[in-house]
């Protein structure tokens, strides 16, 4: 795909003395037991994080669709293990985009020695450098402009991690989608391997286009329009299933890109690392 980050994202707790992001397990938690005041909110939701989903996942999917049971068998189970919050994985993702996984853990490091540790790693914090100081670790100019129009949104009050734990899938993509670098693609991946979301089908990414065609014996790579119906037998756990068609992907050779003008919030095995 266009944009995107690699690999896994490691664990990271927010500081005391500046403004918290609440980590994704703490706030998953809170928000269990809160009341959703509108629509858009999730009810108490199960996780790929916990082993029981994934494992009700695998049983689902081996029943439901007997084609693609062969490639489940092919491969251990994905482990969902990503616990930064989604302000961190968001800013990660930034950084990543359009380089090399080398070159992105390089600039990933500066920044968040910039920043005084990956646990000071806030909005408060990337506000506080100015483009200079992002531009002189290799930051580009466009990416500067990312983070901070990422930062600001925070700030305002827009987004939070709060906001992005709880809300409804849907809503999510079209909030996130609003931040500047991030298209409905990355915006998919990040709810796959940073939320742990079980349901998400990123019907953008041609990797998994190309599976499906591959897994199906297609003669022609399916649109994103019909990928919906294509896949609609994998419900409610698309992210898994999409997680082995990429391993399938990967076993034929395929390297495939993203819509155009896409950027990435992970890999298609999992976020970020350093």
């Known amino acids: ?4 980050t690699q690999t896994q ?12 992001n609440p980590s994704p397990a703490k706030s998953r938690k809170m928000s269990s037991h809160s009341s959703p005041r509108t629509a858009i909110f999730l009810p108490i939701t199960r996780l ?4 029981d989903v994934v494992a009700a996942a695998l049983r689902h999917l ?15 189970p994905p482990k969902f293990e990503n616990s930064d919050t989604p302000f961190l994985a968001l800013a990660k993702s930034i950084l990543y985009q359009q380089i ?23 909005p408060i914090s990337v506000l506080a450098l100015t483009p200079p100081q992002l531009l002189q670790i290799g930051v580009s100019a466009r990416k500067v402009s990312f983070l901070h129009d990422l930062a600001n949104k925070y ?27 991030f298209g409905v693609l990355s915006v998919h991946l990040f709810m796959i391997f940073a939320l742990h979301r079980p349901d998400v089908l990123p019907v953008g990414d041609a990797n998994l286009r190309k599976g499906v065609q591959m897994l199906y014996g297609l003669e022609e790579l399916p649109r994103p329009s019909q990928m919906e119906k294509l896949c609609e037998r994998w419900r409610p756990y698309r992210s898994v299933a999409s997680w082995y068609i990429w391993r399938l ?19 298609r095995k999992g976020p970020a690392t350093t």
């Open 62 to 76: 081996r029943r439901s669709d007997p084609v693609l049971a062969p490639v489940i068998d092919a491969y251990e």
């Open 9 to 20: 994202t490691q664990t990271t707790q927010p500081p005391s003395s500046l403004p918290e």
């Open 249 to 267: 992907s990967e076993a034929n050779g395929v390297q495939g890109k993203a819509e155009s003008g896409e950027t990435g919030a992970g890999s």
């Open 155 to 181: 700030r305002t009050g827009i987004l939070s991690d709060s906001k992005i734990l709880k809300m409804e899938d849907r809503a999510l993509v079209s909030l996130i989608a609003m931040v500047k670098g």
């Open 1 to 4: 795909m266009g944009e995107q």
């Open 100 to 122: 090399t996984h080398k070159a992105g853990t390089t600039i990933y490091n500066r920044f968040v020695s910039l920043c005084g540790g990956e646990t000071r790693v806030c």
């Open 48 to 51: 790929l994080s916990s082993d």
